[in-house]
């Protein structure tokens, strides 16, 4: 099956500090990733989807330049958080829509997870 | 409003016994719904999903899952658990709008299996 990656796994900064995570694509071009965070036993948010060559689109109450989300090429995206405070700290989570993995009509491409990375901001 | 709730956050059962983890949505349009597992620190792993078809969806780990699109459920069952199925398993909802693929997690169930 498709596989995505992340880097690093984990990471702890100082407050004030930029952190990037990596999300790549390992064996299949994706045109579209998607970013999500998630805290301490709650669920994945949706933070932004990331399209190859174009802006990210946000999702409501998420800051655009706290979140700085760049997809460079088809297989990479990257998350970077400027001045990271330690309400950042969460375990982010990418995906990867691989569209050789199309069922069910063409609204439908399979999400392949990332292993997530964990953010830890002092 | 378009939602999808695991009422349950926990489920504690005992190995070998039969195990159901509930999920309802709430939907103006078509849906597609997934089961996804989550072990500690790790991302997600699909364990099964219903795109059409029918009903009766039968995913990796013996667990399977019946779309009731008369009472918008999506409920994951598995007739025997074993210690390794202690995990956090999540419902999600791709809604069919034409945009891009979304999907809309529900707050997750800790399934807790014990000797």
Redesign the interface.
């Known amino acids: 099956g498709a596989v ?1 990656s ?1 880097h690093p796994s984990r990471v702890i900064c100082k407050s004030g500090t930029s952190v990037k995570i990596e999300c790549r694509s390992l064996d299949f071009q994706a045109t ?1 990733m ?1 970013w999500y965070r998630q805290f301490p ?6 933070m932004a ?1 990331s399209n190859e060559g174009s802006k990210a ?1 946000y999702e409501q109450g998420v800051e655009k330049d706290k979140f700085l989300i760049n997809h460079a090429s088809l297989t990479l995206s990257t998350l970077t958080v400027t001045s990271a405070h330690p309400e950042d700290s969460s ?1 982010y ?1 990418c ?1 990867a ?1 691989d569209p050789g993995s199309s ?3 063409s ?5 392949f ?4 990375t ?1 953010l830890t901001v002092l | 409003a378009q939602s999808v709730t695991q009422l349950d956050s926990q489920v504690p059962v005992f190995e070998e016994a039969p195990v159901e983890l509930r999920c309802n949505y709430s939907s103006s349009v078509s849906v597609y719904l997934f089961w996804y597992v989550q072990y500690p620190n790790q991302g997600l792993q699909l364990l099964l999903k219903y795109l059409s078809g029918s009903t009766l969806v039968k995913g990796i780990n013996g667990f399977e899952a019946e779309f009731n699109k008369s009472q918008t459920s999506f409920h994951l069952r598995k007739p025997s658990v074993h210690i390794s199925d202690t995990a956090e398993y999540f419902c999600a909802v791709q809604f069919i709008t034409g945009t891009a693929s979304k999907l809309t997690f529900g707050t997750g169930t800790r399934l807790q299996v014990t000797l």
């Open positions: 995505v992340q579209t998607f036993k709650q669920s994945l948010m949706l989807t689109t375990f989570i995906s829509i069922g069910g009509g609204s439908y491409n399979e999400q997870f990332g292993p997530g964990r």
